[in-house]
């Protein structure tokens, strides 16, 4: 069946390099839209007349049903074509995007960020997919996702910008706009020249696992969300965090026993790739952690405006726009050690600056804590990546790709969820009558979590990519191809 095979040999390398950036513009909009929508929360927040919960839910319904879904959209996109999901999900993108500016109220902005987020479950891990079956040569697929990665930096550099130009010219309500060029050129390059493409031996729905992984998600974030305000040991907040914990044990034991599961345990037998997707949960909790912050003290403590606010904030994303090709060529020639070890120690130091040294209080010290930050996260998203899919059969470069994305949404959810919980808390409980004050005592503990998450980096980063780490990884691969050919042998 000619779709079943590799989609790269019969294609040029300027048609390879075309793919890359259809794929790249996918990744664009959706960093973009997570971006742009920080630097407008204060503007909406006013206008939507929400508390900080309001907020947190406008970025977490997101991330929860992109982090829900990812899975079965790169197993799905295996089975019936990466193509015609890819452009499934651009389509429903854009009209979510488009709902999200007409929205009356914050209960329909968040419903309509969850359509957003049922056509973004469609891209990036597709998008990956199609990436690593056109790209197979290790060292030109590292250099393919330095480039991914680096679109990233684009964003974060992009949206602050364009998200505080738009908010205090035209209003919040504006940043959905944006999406709508992008989405609709990429749909357009899309249908011409990405061809279509299909696992050999894709995997079967798994229903029931899909809804225990929404149940498992969906419940830990309503109860991180919601428990300042009902109290942690109130009955609504035990009995969501109860299904939580049912939730996952139902997951594992059930997984565990399907021949082609939604999420396959084989995989996390391979230590690169547990690794990446512990590091990938703790990078991306400590940066939508990091983005939450900063935007609240800029415009609610500092009182600057939303472009101002995102002027402050390009230091840390023009980093991230250097270093994620940089950290891309490394891990193609190098390996994914030293991108991590980097990564590990600057977002580390930065959550220290602001945690114990107050670093938001000072001009200077601000600075320094943003451009060490950028410089960590630029580092830490090309090994994620590429530690994720390259062990990994390229029949099954969607599920592996999809875990990969997932784990960073989920890092992003429980970041907006923890750090805005810490924070609503101790804001609370605050005795000063300095506004300023309050908030950066309060914020301490918050910061103490995003150094955490940076050590994390480091320590699961440098266990996991030397030589045992990489040999686990070869032999989780040879027993995943062998299992596929026992299987295929029994079916022939």
């Given amino acids: 069946?000619?779709?079943?095979?590799?989609?790269?040999?019969?294609?040029?390398?300027?048609r390879r390099m075309l793919i890359l950036a259809i794929c790249c513009m996918s990744l664009l909009i959706v960093s973009l839209d997570n971006t742009v929508l920080n630097v407008a929360l204060p503007s909406m927040r006013k206008e939507l007349d929400a508390d900080v919960a309001g907020m947190q839910w406008t970025i977490d319904a997101y991330t929860?049903?992109?982090?829900?879904?990812?899975?079965?959209?790169?197993?799905?996109?295996?089975?019936?074509?990466?193509?015609?999901?890819?452009?499934?999900?651009?389509?429903l993108f854009t009209?979510?995007?488009?709902?999200?500016?007409?929205?009356?109220?914050?209960?329909?902005?968040?419903?309509?960020?969850?359509?957003?987020?049922?056509?973004?479950?469609?891209?990036?891990?597709?998008?990956?997919?199609?990436?690593?079956?056109?790209?197979?040569?290790?060292?030109?697929?590292a250099r393919a996702i330095g480039v991914w990665g680096a679109?990233?930096?684009?964003?974060?550099?992009?949206?602050?910008?364009?998200?505080?130009?738009?908010?205090?010219?035209?209003?919040?309500?504006?940043?959905?706009?944006?999406?709508?060029?992008?989405?609709l050129l990429a749909l357009f390059l899309?249908?011409?020249?990405?061809?279509?493409?299909?696992?050999?031996?894709p995997r079967r729905p798994d229903p029931v696992g899909q809804v225990l992984v929404i149940a498992l998600l969906g419940s830990v974030t309503y109860a991180i969300i919601e428990a300042p305000a009902k109290g942690w040991l109130s009955a609504e907040i035990l009995a969501f965090s109860a299904l939580a914990v049912l939730a996952l044990a139902g997951l594992v034991l059930y997984e565990r026993r399907r021949d082609e599961p939604l999420i396959d345990l084989r995989f996390f037998r391979s230590a690169p790739f547990s690794g990446a997707t512990v590091i990938a949960v703790s990078a991306f909790a400590a940066l939508s952690g990091f983005l939450f912050l900063s935007t609240l003290y800029l415009q609610d403590v500092r009182g600057y405006d939303a472009l101002h606010a995102g002027l402050w904030m390009l230091p840390?994303?023009?980093?991230?726009?250097?270093?994620?090709?940089?950290?891309?060529?490394?891990?193609?020639?190098?390996?994914?050690?030293?991108?991590?070890?980097?990564?590990?120690?600057?977002?580390?130091?930065?959550?220290?600056?602001?945690?114990?040294?107050?670093?938001?209080?000072?001009?200077?010290?601000?600075?320094?804590?943003?451009?060490?930050?950028?410089i960590g996260f630029g580092f830490v998203n090309a090994p994620i990546t590429n530690t994720a899919v390259s062990g990994m059969p390229r029949a099954q470069a969607g599920v592996a790709a999809a875990v990969a994305s997932?784990?960073?949404?989920?890092?992003?959810?429980?970041?907006?969820?923890?750090?805005?919980?810490?924070?609503?808390?101790?804001?609370?409980?605050?005795?000063?009558?300095?506004?300023?004050?309050?908030?950066?005592?309060?914020?301490?503990?918050?910061?103490?979590?995003?150094?955490?998450?940076?050590?994390?980096?480091?320590?699961?980063?440098?266990?996991?990519?030397?030589?045992?780490?990489?040999?686990?990884?070869?032999?989780?691969?040879?027993?995943?191809?062998?299992?596929?050919?026992?299987?295929?042998?029994?079916?022939?």
């Fill in 1 to 14: 069946m000619p779709s079943s095979a590799p989609v790269s040999d019969p294609l040029t390398h300027r």
């Fill in 64 to 91: 929860l049903v992109l982090a829900s879904l990812l899975m079965l959209a790169g197993s799905t996109a295996d089975r019936i074509g990466r193509r015609k999901v890819f452009t499934t999900g651009l389509v």
């Fill in 95 to 141: 009209i979510g995007s488009v709902l999200c500016s007409l929205a009356p109220n914050l209960e329909s902005l968040i419903a309509f960020r969850m359509v957003q987020a049922v056509g973004g479950s469609m891209l990036n891990p597709v998008a990956m997919s199609i990436i690593t079956n056109t790209f197979t040569e290790p060292r030109e697929r």
């Fill in 151 to 183: 679109v990233v930096g684009i964003s974060m550099a992009a949206g602050p910008l364009i998200g505080g130009l738009l908010v205090d010219s035209v209003g919040w309500r504006s940043i959905f706009w944006v999406n709508l060029p992008v989405g």
């Fill in 190 to 201: 899309t249908l011409r020249y990405v061809p279509e493409s299909r696992a050999p031996k």
């Fill in 316 to 374: 840390m994303a023009a980093m991230c726009f250097v270093c994620a090709p940089l950290s891309g060529r490394l891990v193609g020639s190098r390996g994914p050690r030293i991108s991590l070890l980097v990564a590990g120690v600057a977002m580390t130091v930065s959550g220290v600056l602001f945690a114990a040294f107050e670093a938001e209080t000072s001009n200077t010290t601000l600075v320094i804590g943003y451009v060490v930050f950028g």
């Fill in 406 to 492: 997932t784990s960073r949404q989920v890092g992003g959810t429980l970041g907006v969820a923890v750090i805005g919980a810490v924070l609503a808390a101790n804001m609370a409980s605050a005795a000063s009558s300095s506004a300023s004050v309050d908030f950066v005592e309060a914020s301490k503990p918050a910061w103490w979590i995003i150094a955490g998450c940076g050590l994390s980096v480091l320590v699961v980063g440098a266990l996991t990519s030397g030589r045992w780490a990489r040999g686990t990884a070869i032999r989780t691969a040879e027993r995943l191809e062998h299992t596929e050919a026992a299987e295929a042998s029994v079916k022939v």
